[in-house]
C-alpha cells in the first residue's frame, strides 16, 4: 500500500508493486509509491487515444479554460506541493515554493497560445491555408531535477493543443508528479492524463509504442539518443531537451565585483543541477585572480544541507548515482587544478556536496568538457579571445553559452560566434515561458516554451482550394 495513488484512465489507482522514495538530505525514505507494469501502460494509452478523439473537437478557448483550472489547482496546493518537492529533490523549501510558482506561471503562459487558421496565398483563384492541428497523444518523459515545474511545462500545451498526455517522472522524483494528478484528477476529462512511475524500465514501452504520436523528452543525452532510435519506427515528432556544458566567457573589461555574484547564482543554482546553469568559467588573465576570489568567497559562505532546515541555501545532489558522479568529476578537477572553495564531501548520510569551486583548470579536463551537473564551478584562464572561443565551441553540446564585458558592442560580436542555442550577456541562465529555448548540436532537438514550443504540439495541416 501506498501513500499516493497514480492516474490511469481516468482513475487513482495502485500499481502491482511500489517503489520507495528516498529523501536525498538524510537518505531515508519518504514515501512508498505505486509502481506500474506495461499492462498499465497500455491501459493508459488506450484511455489517453480514446479521450484524445473527444477532446481535438472541444474549442481551443474551451481547452485553455480547463488548463488554466490546472494552474488554480497548482496555486490552491502550493505548499504542500513545495514540500514535497523538498523532500523527494533536496531543494531549499523557498526554492520548492518558487518552482511551484513557476509551474503556475508556465502553465497559463503557454496556454495562452493561439494557432488560428493562417492564409497563406490568397488569389482569385486559389486560396491556400494553413491549420494546426493535433498530434494525438504524447509521452512526456520527465528528469528529476525540476520534477513538477517540467512535468507542467509539457502538460499545458500538449492538452491546450488537443492532445492526451501521458506523463512519466523519473523513479527518485515521483510523488510532485503524482500529487499533481491527484489534484487535477477531477479538473481533465477522463483517460486524458495518465500519470505512471516506474522504475528506468517503462520508458522503451511508451517511445515505442505505435499509438504515441509525440515524445517531449527532458533528460540526458544519452537517452535522447536511444529514444530517437527507439521512436524511429513509427516515426514520432520529438522535442529532446538534453544537457549542455554551457561555457561563460569573461572578457578583459569585466568588473569581477560586478558580475561575480549572477556568475555564482546562475552556475550553483538548484546546486549545479540545471541544464542551462553555468558549467564552465573562462576568465580573461587580466580579472582571473579577481574574480576567482571574488566567486570562492561566495562559495564558501553558502550553507548548504537539508533543504527543510531554515537558513539553509543550497540542498544536496538528487541521487546516490549522481552524487558519485560528481564527486568523480571533483576528485580529476583536484587533480588537475587549484580548488579554492568547498572539494569534500562530509561524512554523513544525505548527498550534500558543499559548494565547489576549482580554477587553474585546462581544456580536456572531464571536468571542463563534460557535464557534471553537480555543485562543481571548473574555472580557466585565457589570454586570446579567439582560442577561448574555439575551446568554448569544441563541444558536443550547444544548449546555452555566456559573454560577460562591460562593453555591449564587444560583448555581442563574441556572442554572435558561440555556436548555442541562447547566449546570455552579462547574465546565464535567464529564462520565461515567453522565450523557447531551441538547443544546438547534441543537447536537443525541437523547441521548448513559448509559441514555438508549443507549436512543436502540433501538426501542420495545408489546405489549397482552387476558387476557379
Ligand atoms: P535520464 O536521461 O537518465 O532520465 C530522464 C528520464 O528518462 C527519466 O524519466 C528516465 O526514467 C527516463 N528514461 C531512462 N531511460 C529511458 C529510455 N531508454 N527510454 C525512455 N525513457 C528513459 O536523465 P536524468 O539523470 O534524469 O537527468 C539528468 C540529465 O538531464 C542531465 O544530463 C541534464 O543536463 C539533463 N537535463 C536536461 C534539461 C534540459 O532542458 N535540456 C533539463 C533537465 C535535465
Not at 505512471?196 to 544519452?222: E, Q, W, Y
Not at 561566495?298 to 545532489?317: D, H, T, Y
Not at 541521487?319 to 561524512?347: M, R, W
Request: proline share 5%.
Amino acid at each position: 500500500m501506498s501513500n499516493y495513488k497514480m492516474l490511469i484512465a481516468g482513475k487513482l489507482v495502485e500499481g502491482n508493486t511500489t517503489l520507495d522514495v528516498i529523501n536525498p538530505a538524510n537518505e531515508e525514505v519518504f514515501a512508498t509509491v505505486p509502481r506500474a507494469n506495461q499492462e498499465n501502460v497500455m491501459t493508459a494509452i488506450a484511455a489517453a487515444k480514446s479521450a484524445q478523439q473527444l477532446w481535438k473537437n472541444v474549442a481551443e478557448s474551451e481547452r485553455r479554460v480547463v488548463v488554466n483550472k490546472i494552474a488554480d489547482a497548482i496555486a490552491e496546493n502550493a505548499e504542500e506541493l513545495a514540500k514535497v518537492i523538498t523532500l523527494e529533490q533536496g531543494k531549499v523549501l523557498d526554492f520548492a515554493r518558487m518552482e511551484v510558482q513557476f509551474a503556475e506561471a508556465f502553465c497559463r503562459s503557454l496556454a495562452s497560445h493561439e494557432f488560428p487558421v493562417t492564409v497563406l496565398e490568397e488569389t482569385e483563384t486559389n486560396r491556400v491555408e494553413e491549420h494546426r492541428n493535433p498530434l494525438g497523444v504524447v509521452a512526456a518523459i520527465i528528469p528529476w531535477n525540476f520534477p513538477l515545474l517540467i512535468a507542467v511545462y509539457k502538460l499545458s500545451p500538449a492538452l491546450v493543443t488537443g492532445n492526451a498526455i501521458i506523463l512519466k517522472p523519473a523513479p527518485t522524483t515521483p510523488v510532485s508528479s503524482l500529487l499533481l494528478g491527484q489534484i487535477i484528477a477531477d479538473i481533465v476529462p477522463k483517460g486524458l492524463v495518465s500519470i505512471i512511475v516506474d522504475n528506468n524500465d517503462l520508458g522503451p514501452v511508451l517511445t515505442s509504442h505505435p499509438d504515441i504520436a509525440k515524445i517531449s523528452f527532458t533528460g540526458s543525452t544519452p537517452t535522447g539518443k536511444a529514444i530517437m532510435k527507439n521512436a524511429a519506427d513509427t516515426m514520432k515528432r520529438l522535442t529532446l531537451e538534453l544537457g549542455g556544458n554551457d561555457a561563460a566567457i569573461v572578457l578583459d573589461d569585466a568588473d569581477a565585483k560586478t558580475i561575480a555574484p549572477g556568475i555564482f547564482f546562475s552556475a550553483f543554482i538548484n546546486s549545479g543541477q540545471v541544464c542551462i546553469a553555468l558549467k564552465r568559467l573562462y576568465v580573461h588573465e587580466s580579472v582571473y585572480d579577481e574574480l576567482c576570489d571574488e566567486i570562492a568567497t561566495l562559495a564558501k559562505g553558502a550553507v548548504v544541507g537539508n533543504g527543510m532546515e531554515e537558513g539553509v541555501q543550497f540542498g544536496p545532489v538528487q541521487n546516490k548515482v549522481q552524487y558519485e558522479k560528481v564527486l568523480s568529476y571533483i576528485a580529476e578537477g583536484k587533480a588537475q587544478g587549484t580548488v579554492i572553495a568547498g572539494g569534500d564531501a562530509p561524512h554523513q548520510p544525505g548527498y550534500v556536496i558543499p559548494l565547489t569551486v576549482i580554477k587553474d583548470l585546462k581544456d580536456g579536463c572531464s571536468l571542463v568538457d563534460e557535464e557534471p551537473f553537480g555543485p562543481v564551478l571548473p574555472i580557466i584562464k585565457y589570454s586570446d579571445l579567439d582560442e577561448v572561443l574555439a575551446n568554448a565551441n569544441n563541444s558536443k553540446m550547444g544548449l546555452g553559452g555566456s559573454v560577460w564585458s562591460s562593453n555591449l558592442d564587444r560583448a555581442l560580436k563574441v556572442a554572435a560566434q558561440l555556436e548555442t542555442g541562447t547566449v546570455w550577456i552579462n547574465q546565464h541562465c535567464a529564462f520565461g515561458p515567453q522565450i523557447h529555448m531551441a538547443p544546438a548540436k547534441e543537447s536537443g532537438i525541437g523547441a521548448e516554451w513559448g509559441k514555438e514550443g508549443v507549436k512543436e504540439f502540433t501538426a501542420c495541416k495545408i489546405i489549397n482550394i482552387n476558387k476557379a
